[in-house]
């Protein structure tokens, strides 16, 4: 899924495809491998085209990384205060 993603670029993604993306990264096992770095970037790409999200998506986006960041320890306090 990593290198998928890294092909076609994580700012290229339409906002159902990340919205997906993230969904899928919140329901994985918390075993699953997880690229950090591939995170961060989808998250920009979130911020910086978030106008274009309707406000189905933008709830399942804040729903996936959520449930993300509360199986792995992620900090979603910045993330959050964005959203």
Do not use: H, W
């Not at 990593?2 to 700012?11: L, S, V």
């Not at 960041?69 to 205060?81: E, I, N, S």
Request: aromatic fraction near 10%; glycine fraction near 6%.
């Amino acid at each position: 899924l990593g290198r998928a993603i890294a092909a076609t670029g994580e700012a290229n993604l339409a906002p159902s495809e990340l919205c997906r993306i993230i969904q899928a990264f919140g329901y994985a096992p918390q075993a699953a491998p997880l690229d950090d770095r591939q995170l961060q970037r989808l998250l920009k790409a979130f911020a910086s085209r978030c106008r274009e999200y309707n406000n189905e998506q933008l709830m399942r986006v804040i729903y996936g990384y959520s449930k993300l960041a509360a199986k792995r320890g992620l900090p979603a306090q910045r993330f959050l205060d964005f959203a």
